[in-house]
Every structure is written in C-alpha cells, then in structure tokens.
T-cell receptor
Framework: AQRVTQPEKLLSVFKGAPVELKCNYS??????LFWYVQYSRQRLQLLLR??SRESIKGFTADLNKGETSFHLKKPFAQEEDSAMYYC???????????FGSGTKLNVKP | DGGITQSPKYLFRKEGQNVTLSCEQN?????MYWYRQDPGQGLRLIYY???????QKGDIAEGYSVSREKKESFPLTVTSAQKNPTAFYLC????????????FGEGSWLTVV
C-alpha cells in the first residue's frame, strides 16, 4: 500500500540556519511527489513538485528513488517560512493523492 | 475570482443529524476530492471523483456520502453513521493536464455537539 511518512511533527530552527524536512514514501509504481505548504490562516497550496526540479522560495527537493525519499531543503531559513508542510504522493492510476501527517516548521528570530 | 469555494466555514451538528458540506469550483477541473484533516494525522482521503456522475471511495469513506451531478460541484454529506465526525474537511480539485496538481479550498470545520 502506498504511504507517505513525515517523521517530524515539529522542527524549530533559527533564522539563517539550514532546514531539512524529511519525507519518505512507499509506492510500488512510479511516484510523483509534491510538497504543499499551509501558512497561518491560508489554504493549503503547492510549494513544489519533483518533476519540475525547480526551486521555490529557496526550497528544493530531490527525489531519491533508492532511499524512497523526497526531503525538502533550504540553506537559509527565513521567519516567513514558518508554516505547516505536507509531503504528498500522486498515484499513476486514479490520480489519488496521499499526504503525510505534516511537519510544522518554526523559524525563530 | 477563480478557485474552490467551501461552505460553510464553521458548522455545528447535533448527534444523529446528517450534514452536507458544499464544494464548488470554477476552474473547469474534472477531478474533485474530499479530505479529512485531524491533528497529527495529516490529510486522509474520503471520496474522490474523476468525472461527472462517477465517484470512488477513499480510505475513510464509511459514514460519508457524495454526489457529482455537475462538474463544478461535489458536496459531501456527513451522516449519523460517522462515529467521529468532528474534524476539518478539505475539498480539492485537479485538471487532467500533465503536471497539474490539486488545488484546495479553505476548508470547513464541523463540530458535533
């Protein structure tokens, strides 16, 4: 069965420090992975997707099929990065999206 | 203003009553989804629909029902059979273009009193 695991419920870092939010997945097919972010009082929105290989707001994520991971990284965290982050997997069939339990990132001044 | 609209934002229900949450989108998306969000559990899929007049159960469909009579609308009914209905409910939609992801509504808080 497909599953998305985010082991950290809460991650606190100081402004300017590097940050890595972990995401591991299990899926028998070829996955498509995403990171979603939810800022305070805003709706859940797409941050980035692995197929685009893009950097959004300084965040990057590389799909590692060998380790079945899709960790989100940023070299220098900013206070405005404080939010809830969800890793998601889309299945090839039926276009179902599975989400991890989320990691709350708190960037301290 | 394009997007996904959920209503109501806050809803209280007495035990034993059914309640329907509305979800409307004007993005011309074919697929629509309902998720339930509980603290520490992330988002769990209740139902999804890939096309009008068709829908499929997700992982936690028991106690819920949906309909998809129109492309833009995907209402969710929380029935009295749902054992623990107090939660935050999120509706989402997706187009079928390559690379399209899903877009979320603002959510509806349901509290059973």
């Amino acid at each position: 069965a497909q599953r998305v695991t985010q082991p950290e419920k809460l991650l606190s870092v100081f402004k300017g420090a590097p940050v890595e939010l972990k995401c591991n997945y299990s899926y028998s097919g070829s996955p498509e992975l995403f990171w979603y972010v939810q800022y305070s009082r805003q709706r859940l929105q797409l941050l980035l997707r692995h197929i685009s290989r893009e950097s959004i707001k300084g965040f990057t994520a590389d799909l590692n099929k060998g380790e079945t991971s899709f960790h989100l990284k940023k070299p220098f965290a900013q206070e405005e990065d404080s939010a809830m982050y969800y890793c998601a997997l889309r299945t090839n069939n039926f276009n179902k999206f599975y989400f991890g339990s989320g990691t709350k990132l708190n960037v301290k001044p | 203003d394009g997007g996904i609209t959920q209503s109501p934002k806050y809803l209280f229900r007495k035990e034993g009553q059914n309640v329907t949450l509305s979800c409307e989108q004007n993005l011309n998306h074919d697929a629509m989804y309902w998720y339930r969000q509980d603290p520490g559990q992330g988002l769990r899929l209740i139902y999804y629909s890939q096309i009008v007049n068709d829908f499929q159960k997700g992982d936690i469909a028991e106690g819920y029902s949906v309909s998809r009579e129109k492309k833009e609308s995907f209402p969710l009914t929380v029935t009295s059979a749902q054992k623990n209905p107090t939660a935050f409910y999120l509706c989402a939609s997706r187009g079928f273009s390559v690379g399209n992801t899903i877009y979320f509504g603002e959510g509806s808080w349901l509290t059973v009193v």
